[in-house]
């Protein structure tokens, strides 16, 4: 089981997933299995659109992400409703919310398919399909944190608010919410995401902030670009490091969320040695973010 995503050679999958797609289509052969080979065709379909999204999300794509997430929805969905005709061993007993139609891309992110919390009801959907629901639910909260600022937008055009827009998750996707709770308790300056968009740009905080102000983005572009004896950046998604400057007294965290992602706290007193809280926080949500809950989630439901 590969640590992270980008251990997976996603290209090599999409590839392939479409080679039997392909394939299904001129042969016909998912039709001539009637439900069971719709499902299969509507499950390889929702996967090769997640992994799409996935990459135009930590490519900093707001169009592509959007319109690939989007189309995973519906496909899961789709499948779901073919599932709900069937009967295999998950099924539970219980009756299942029904699947209402399809909603318009503007409402996929406004929350109003908002999950029920705290609330646990017999899931009865095979265990592939969970396990494509809850990487569609991670992918849509990244997504939600990473372009944050234009959601955010487009939410107090129609009467919103942060609230509104993280609404539909549960508390432990609820990035914002997490983040903002963190930040109140620890006293940290800012928490921010900064992105390597472009090789013109080598770092550009041009998304996610939970503060406004620049103030401290020179010196943590500084410390970002700084390279070690072998000639890489010293930052990787296994723990977060630690960096205090004596000159101004701040302290900063960082750790790799994607290939071109850094997560970035900021304390300006009290953090000259690493404080313990505080990273396992960062590792929580570094987890959550880089997809590592996505795979361990997959190898438990193979197991």
Known sequence: MPNSFSDINSEHILHE???????DVEKKSC???????IGAEKELITLKYLFMARKAITSYNFKDSSIFLYTAKTSLSSWREVCSNQTYPEKSNKNEEPVGPFVAIQNFFTGQERQAKN????NASPNNMQWLDKFLTNLTAKMTLYFMNILLEREKKIGGDSKTLWRKFSD????????????GRSSAHS????YEISENVPFCQDGYSCEQSKEHLQNTISLLQEKNEKNQTPFTRSFPIHSFDKNTGCAYYFIQIDDHVMF?????????APDNGTSEF???LANKLSGIDVLINLQRFGE
């Open 17 to 23: 997933i479409e080679s039997i797609i392909t394939k």
């Open 31 to 37: 039709e001539d299995l009637g439900p069971l080979g």
């Open 119 to 122: 609330v646990k009801r017999a």
């Open 172 to 183: 432990d996707y609820n990035y914002h919410g997490l983040i903002r709770n963190f930040r």
């Open 191 to 194: 928490i921010a995401l900064i």
């Open 264 to 272: 970035v706290v900021t304390f300006t007193e009290k953090h000259s």
């Open 282 to 284: 960062i590792m929580t």
